[in-house]
């Protein structure tokens, strides 16, 4: 396999060919915003708390500098929505948000998430505007549309899926199918065909106001 797999390289790049079916501009599931660093005191941990913003709440952990930003959130924050997987940037299931950047929380050290910006699936709908007279928030359109198409079995993956399609849409207004298929090569499913998950994605996209 790996005397093929050369070949094939070798043989791409003497012949013109490497860049073929790479996309010229592929999906980074970024939302352009960038982190500032410049006010970030330097600490030293554990002697200084681990201060950051979840989901738009302050939150002080004085525990958990040693922990990966997956167990931060889940053993500390309590926010157990995001998922562990398979814990080596493999899976997906853990993806939040963070500085604006969707990341694999099992891959980040607690540490990071000091002065930074935070979003959980939690926190997911909140970023929609309310619509209801009540003042209540809503799903986000991709919530909904999981929902809607039947997009779930089992659900454990769901979270990093559903994290995944809504950095998508604030990337792309109107991605395609293709470039929904590239904004959730980070998530594995081993219940699905991924079929409905692509189509409530594209139905989210079609959906926003």
Do not use: W
């Not at 797999?5 to 073929?20: D, F, H, P, S």
């Amino acid at each position: 396999m790996v005397r093929v797999i050369t070949r094939r390289g070798l043989t791409a790049i003497r012949e013109g060919r490497e860049q073929v079916g790479m996309p010229k501009k592929p999906i980074l599931l970024d939302s352009g915003s960038t982190a500032d660093f410049s006010g970030r005191a330097a600490r030293e941990f554990p002697a200084s708390p681990i201060e950051t913003t979840i989901n738009g709440r302050k939150y002080t952990f004085r525990n958990g500098y040693n922990k990966t930003l997956l167990r931060l959130l889940r053993e500390e924050g309590m926010l157990t929505g995001t998922k562990e997987g398979c814990a080596e940037g493999e899976c997906g299931a853990c993806t939040v948000f963070l500085d604006g950047q969707a990341v694999m929380s099992c891959l980040v050290p607690a540490p990071r998430a000091h002065g930074a910006e935070i979003v959980t699936v939690e926190g997911l709908a909140d970023l929609t505007p309310s619509l209801s007279p009540s003042g209540e928030g809503r799903l986000h359109p991709v919530q909904e549309k999981f929902i809607e198409y039947g997009a779930v079995q089992c659900g454990y993956c769901i979270p990093g899926f559903i994290m995944s399609g809504a950095k998508l849409l604030e990337e792309k207004a109107n991605p395609t199918e293709y470039e929904v298929e590239q904004a959730i090569t980070g998530n594995l499913c081993r219940c699905t065909g991924y079929y409905k998950i692509v189509k409530a994605i594209e139905e989210a996209a079609n959906s926003k106001p």
